[in-house]
């Protein structure tokens, strides 16, 4: 028998969030930050690494009340209570704790013990743990960490992170699920200006390019866009920083600012002389997230909305797109295009009301957790006389997954692309003291049939799977394929409606494979590729305009008729996009890609993978480990689509996934797995997932995974000295003079035991056209412990030269590094032409 949770009184239990500063719920949200969040971005000088630890006070007072409002409000709310029992609580979080090297779990039979350092915790383990005993136990193992800090990655948050108290409590959550977290100020300051659409800053949407900060788009009606910022700018300094060689995480906290603040941003755009300087003050952005777009196709003109996120303001955006649309619209018919490719969720409210817009009554969402609640569509829905195509892929997630999986079980919609993301929980946001928050998982979502997407998805009616042309087999139907919710460590498990409807609609209408013109490195926004999926979309809305014309009657108001009328163009065109797959992939890495003959197999328990190695494979940080494997079928039937994948629970590393195809009955096949192991992964034993794919989903886990004991790189350590060399011919000594020609001299030495091998050296112009470097880029074949090797690059002083320092970046890669090596470079110099100081000021 299970332990019953401590009954506190409801009066005690919100003391305790009276104390913690009025803890309130604020909102409900289903939230999934991905890695395009990253590029939405403000500037701000005021919050710099460490600053926000600063509010904290590191006494056993505030721990003691973190510590205890957080338990409190996780057994009162959690979605499931069974998870929160204490003497659960107690244990899980210990395991997770021991998942860093540097802490250690011993169990016995009756306790376990937790050491790091020379400082150990000892639990007995009761079935009656009381809630006293447990908030006991956490507080002195918090102190525990506090007296002995495992090591944290460097990161503005750094010192917000290390507290003993954010580590445990951080462990306890994760041991929950995937989504509940503590937040930091930085990560609750990015999730509410996800949700609210706005920010404070320039409005420029930002990316890494060559090392430098790139503008990829400034925003609409923004002081970058008075500032006459373009795409393809170069952000040199924020403030006198220079942005060269850091990664955008670093740049963050220099990117926020609070509107009404300045900031003195350096700005190298194609053609300039040299870089200039902007004074300019941050203002409130606010981030449209529904694109809209007229597209004509045979004759008719359909309307595409493309949401980025749900943010406060979606909904109000989409009826605006639609209304103008709808009131200029072709008399030839019209239809509607809902694209939430790549769209990682945000409001639940939001996604409501844009569900709610599409349908005329009948159950939206129901969320079940402590409390079941439901969401009912209105009668007077707003636009309900067209057909709806509703375009998904693996990184839909969430809020999304709730639109897509009302508009399928009201047959609203046809949804095409690929599964979606298959986050099936919601979560809801608790304000902390201290600018932090708690997400914590309050319940699941169930579509309006009763269906959890949970680890599943919504199943596409039209699943058209993307084949990459790349040149290694390898990753070949997506990179991010598995990083979905049943891959991440500690999802949860479904739970399903009693007498909810099963299968109607697990399986899809139609199932094709296309060769994708773009590498998965590439955006769809980017280049003018051709879009299988939107191709698709247009011809169903293309059949139905024919069809019926300007107006479509109550008759034909279903998906089901609109894929059925459009059935024979679609079989066309999926069967010539997957012949053209099939082919290629035959051609170029010998897969036989095609569909075995006679009945699919439906059971794939005959599937056998063993990975060959004996024992566990040890690898150092940063170094590829090479796992063979052979893979069987033991069965009487071919079975075709075969696919088989590694990786890990940790969505940051890389997985990787062979395509095999058909393998025949009787038949084997063999493989290497070659997977690299990050430089950030620390020491430790890494636990590796193996499995088998059939048709691009998972079927069979290789029981117990494969375990990778990580190793400390033994790094080589370079460091470079740049002097400038001139030829003599000028008129000052060691500066670089108009119309000069010169050297860099790199001196590079290894300061450590390790040679460093293929050294990729590359010097990067950050001052315009005020010089010419020839032969930027250098190979060296090794430089052996405590020795130097020594290059020279040409560079040419331009007959007009503004700045006293000419500013260049160098850049050193090598395999044996843990991390390549980037510095700014100044080369002295001789201006001839006054520098101007401030050529663009926007002071409004």
Do not use: C
């Not at 338990?71 to 704790?97: E, H």
């Not at 590498?519 to 024919?546: C, H, W």
Request: hydrophobic share 40%.
């Amino acid at each position: 028998m299970g332990q019953k949770p401590d009954k506190r009184p409801a009066a005690k239990v919100f003391r305790f969030i009276v104390i913690a500063a009025f803890l309130s719920l604020i909102v409900n949200l289903s939230f999934t930050i991905l890695f395009n969040s990253l590029y939405l971005r403000s500037f701000d000088t005021d919050l710099l690494p460490n600053s926000s630890a600063n509010r904290f006070n590191d006494n056993e007072l505030s721990d003691s009340v973190l510590i205890d409002s957080i338990l409190a409000i996780v057994q009162s709310y959690y979605v499931d209570d069974d998870r929160v029992l204490n003497g659960q609580l107690l244990n899980d979080t210990l395991t997770a704790l021991a998942q860093n090297p540097e802490i250690k779990l011993i169990r016995s039979s009756d306790r376990l013990t937790i050491a790091t350092g020379d400082q150990e915790h000892t639990v007995r383990l009761t079935p009656t743990l009381s809630y006293r005993a447990l908030l006991s136990n956490f507080l002195s193992i918090a102190a525990m960490i506090d007296a002995k800090a495992p090591a944290m990655p460097a990161t503005p948050d750094s010192g917000w992170a290390g507290r003993g108290s954010v580590m445990l409590l951080n462990a306890m959550l994760s041991s929950l699920d995937a989504h509940s977290a503590l937040l930091s100020p930085s990560s609750y300051r990015d999730l509410k200006q996800g949700t609210e659409g706005s920010f404070g800053g320039l409005g420029v949407l930002v990316g890494i390019r060559d090392q430098l900060l790139t503008v990829i788009k400034p925003l609409p009606q923004s002081p970058a866009i008075r500032a006459g910022i373009k795409r393809n700018d170069r952000i040199l300094n924020i403030n006198g920083m220079s942005t060269y060689g850091y990664t955008l995480d670093q740049l963050v906290d220099y990117m926020r600012g609070a509107p009404g603040s300045v900031v003195d941003v350096g700005l190298l755009q194609d053609g300039d002389a040299s870089p200039k300087l902007l004074k300019m003050k941050r203002e409130i952005i606010r981030v449209d997230s529904v694109t809209s777009q007229e597209v004509a196709f045979a004759g008719h003109k359909f309307l595409r909305l493309q949401v980025e996120s749900f943010s406060s303001r979606t909904s109000d955006e989409v009826k605006a797109a639609l209304r103008k649309f709808y009131k200029k619209k072709a008399a030839a018919g019209a239809g509607v295009i809902l694209d939430l490719r790549t769209n990682p969720g945000g409001l639940l409210e939001q996604a409501v009301k844009v569900a709610d817009i599409f349908l005329s009554g009948g159950t939206i969402v129901s969320t079940k957790g402590r409390r079941e609640e439901i969401e009912v569509a209105h009668k007077d829905g707003d636009f309900l006389d067209f057909p709806i195509v509703v375009i998904i892929n693996g990184e839909s997630a969430s809020a999304s997954e709730i639109v897509a999986g009302a508009l399928q079980d009201h047959g609203r919609a046809v949804i095409v692309g690929e599964p979606s993301f298959g986050k099936g929980s919601v979560q809801t946001i608790f304000e902390l003291p201290g600018e932090q928050a708690l997400k914590l998982t309050i319940a699941r979502y169930y579509t309006p049939l009763g269906r959890s997407i949970q680890n599943v998805g919504i199943i596409p009616d039209i699943w058209l799977q993307s084949i990459y042309p790349e040149k290694d087999n390898e990753n070949l139907l997506g990179m991010f394929r598995y990083r979905n919710e049943p891959f991440l460590k500690n999802h949860l498990v479904a739970a399903k409606i009693e007498g909810a409807p099963q299968g109607k609609f697990d399986e899809p209408a139609f199932k094709d494979y296309y060769l994708n013109k773009r590498t998965y490195r590439e955006s769809i926004d980017e280049q003018g590729k051709a879009d299988p999926e939107l191709a698709l979309a247009n011809t169903i809305l293309a059949k139905v305009a024919k069809t019926y014309g300007p107006t479509l009657p109550k008759s034909a108001r279903r998906a089901s008729h609109w894929l059925a009328l459009a059935s024979p163009e679609l079989k066309t065109e999926l069967k010539n996009t997957e012949a053209t797959a099939v082919n290629w992939l035959r051609q170029t890495h010998s897969v036989d890609w095609s569909a075995a003959p006679g009945p699919a197999a439906t059971t794939f328990a005959d599937l056998s993978l063993v990975a060959e190695v004996s024992g566990m494979p040890q690898v150092e940080q940063g170094e590829e480990v090479e796992v063979p494997w052979t893979l069987q079928n033991k069965g009487t039937k071919a079975i075709d689509h075969v696919s088989v994948f590694i990786g890990s629970m940790y969505s940051s590393i890389e997985n990787y996934e062979f395509l095999v195809g058909k393998v025949e009955p009787g038949h084997e096949k063999k493989g290497r797995f070659k997977f690299k192991i990050p430089t950030y992964v620390r020491p430790s034993v890494l636990n590796l997932e193996m499995g088998i794919a059939q048709g691009a989903i998972p079927r069979v886990w290789v029981d117990g995974g494969l375990q990778v004991r990580v190793l400390a790189k033994s790094a080589a350590k370079l460091r470079a000295e740049v002097v400038l060399v001139d030829d003599g011919a000028g008129k000052v000594a060691n500066k670089l003079e108009p119309g000069e020609k010169a050297q860099i001299k790199v001196t590079i030495s290894n300061d450590s035991g390790v040679e460093a091998r293929a050294i990729k050296a590359a010097i990067v112009n950050l001052s315009g056209r005020q010089v010419f470097i020839k032969g930027m880029k250098k190979d060296i074949d090794a430089i052996a412990p405590g020795s130097q090797s020594t290059l020279f690059v040409d560079i040419e002083g331009n007959r007009e030269i503004i700045s006293e320092v000419i500013d260049l970046g160098l850049s050193l890669e090598s395999k044996d590094l843990l991390d390549p090596v980037r510095q700014n470079v100044k080369v002295p110099s001789m201006p001839n032409v006054p520098e101007t100081g401030v050529v663009g000021s926007l002071s409004h």
